[in-house]
């Protein structure tokens, strides 16, 4: 019966003092167990860019035409994937005497899922616009809501202004590029467009 008794005692003992003993990090092994791979967040993967967008539009263009005025304009513009294809890197330079350089980014955005195109340039603008994606040749990109001043600098709320980009499919070596804006985004109008040639 002691015997009996002592075994029982030195495993009950035994017991407790595994489960209450730090683990050599400091954390008990109870603590460690209640991790569970269901508690663990899930990661959907971020959408790409389609094939066919990014081998039609990479490389460098040169370009020709109109403002509204129809005076001429002639620019550079460039694509190149980057960051895994997962955006595609756009570089828009005009020819003098005109002055609109501009950098910009395609690509699926986390969060949203949806398709957009960020652009900055040389004049201190900075826009967002959004797509229904490569869509039958054709990109229709129209801005998101501007970025507003803080409102601790005393600067009146910019008016509205809508603005959208068509990159529109002719040829597999010409594109066109039109840029609009309207007051109340349904009647718009013409800034300027230019057809682009494939330099290589």
Known sequence: MNAVYHTSLLLILGTVLTVSAPSQNGTSPVATSSVTPTSQAKFDPPIRLPN???????????GTGEFASGK???????????????????????????????????????????????????????????SEGWLNGKVFFEKIAELTPPTNVG??????????????????????????SSDDGKNWRLGDYLIFKRKR
């Open 52 to 62: 066919n967008l990014v081998d039609f539009f990479s490389g460098e263009w040169d």
């Open 155 to 180: 600067l009146p709320a910019a008016p509205t202004r809508h603005e959208r980009f068509t990159f529109e499919r002719q040829d597999g070596d010409t594109l066109r590029m039109t840029y609009e």
């Open 72 to 130: 001429k304009i002639e620019a550079d513009i460039s694509f190149t994937p980057d960051l895994d294809r997962q955006w595609l890197v756009y570089r828009h330079t005009d020819r003098p005497p005109n002055r609109y350089k501009a950098l910009g980014m395609w690509g699926f955005e986390y969060a949203s899922r949806r398709f957009i195109m960020v652009i900055n340039d040389n004049f201190g603008g900075a826009r967002r616009f959004s």
